[in-house]
Nanobody, 120 residues
Framework: VQLQASGGGLVQAGGSLRLSCSAS????????MGWYHQAPGKQRELVAK???????NIADSVKGRFTISRDNAKNTVYLQMTSLQPEDTAVYYC???????????????WGQGTQVTVSS
């Protein structure tokens, strides 16, 4: 089972990007899915997360600019990023609680990270 993230890139300040992350493999169920980012020299921080029922938690620093959503049928989580600023530059990682071996036993998985660079 793996999480495959895509959609990062280079964008000018004020621009938009959409990140996607899909889980593949022998999956029974997926619980919370989320996005974290890590800037050079800083700790990895939560950007946004979403439950299987659609309840979201958005970091204050991106609230009103970023939106998280998911497609449960596709085991995919999205991060729509608008009004991007240079301080949003970081590697973005997707994260998910995935039931692999049993419908009730969840394992926390990380994707490989995708670089987002915002130029001023």
């Amino acid at each position: 089972v793996q999480l495959q993230a895509s959609g990062g890139g280079l964008v000018q300040a004020g621009g938009s990007l959409r990140l996607s992350c899909s889980a593949s493999g022998n999956i029974f169920n997926i619980g919370v899915m989320g996005w974290y980012h890590q800037a050079p020299g800083k700790q990895r921080e939560l950007v946004a997360k979403i439950t299987s029922g659609g309840t979201t938690n958005i970091a204050d620093s991106v609230k009103g600019r970023f939106t998280i959503s998911r497609d449960n049928a596709k085991n995919t989580v999205y991060l729509q990023m608008t009004s991007l600023q240079p301080e949003d530059t970081a590697v973005y990682y997707c994260n998910a609680d995935v039931a692999l071996y049993s419908p009730s036993i969840y394992v926390n998985l990380w994707g490989q990270g995708t670089q987002v660079t915002v130029s001023s």
